[in-house]
C-alpha cells in the first residue's frame, strides 16, 4: 500500500490502514501539520480527503482503469491540537 502514497502525503506524515473500492482510511499525525495557531491545518484536511478519495476510486477501477479528483469542498466541524 505504501505505493499508493503520495510525496505530499508522506511529507504529512500518512500511515495507510485499508484500501477497498468502498473505503480507504489512513493516519495523519496534528504535529507538524498545523496553521500558525496551532490547529491542525484546514488545507491538510484537504490532502486527506483528496488522497482517500482518489484512492478508493483507483481500487475500484483498477490498473488498467484511471482516477483523478476534479473538484473538492470542505466543511471543517471541529478544530483539533493534537492527535
Known sequence: ?????????????????EVTPARARARYPVAGNTQPFGLWHGGASCVVAETLASIAAAAEVGPRGS?????????????????
Open 67 to 83: 482516477a483523478a479528483g476534479v473538484d473538492i469542498n470542505a466543511t471543517h466541524h471541529r478544530a483539533v491540537r493534537s492527535g
Open 1 to 17: 500500500m505504501a505505493d499508493l502514497v503520495s510525496p505530499l502525503d508522506r511529507r504529512l506524515g500518512c500511515e495507510l490502514l
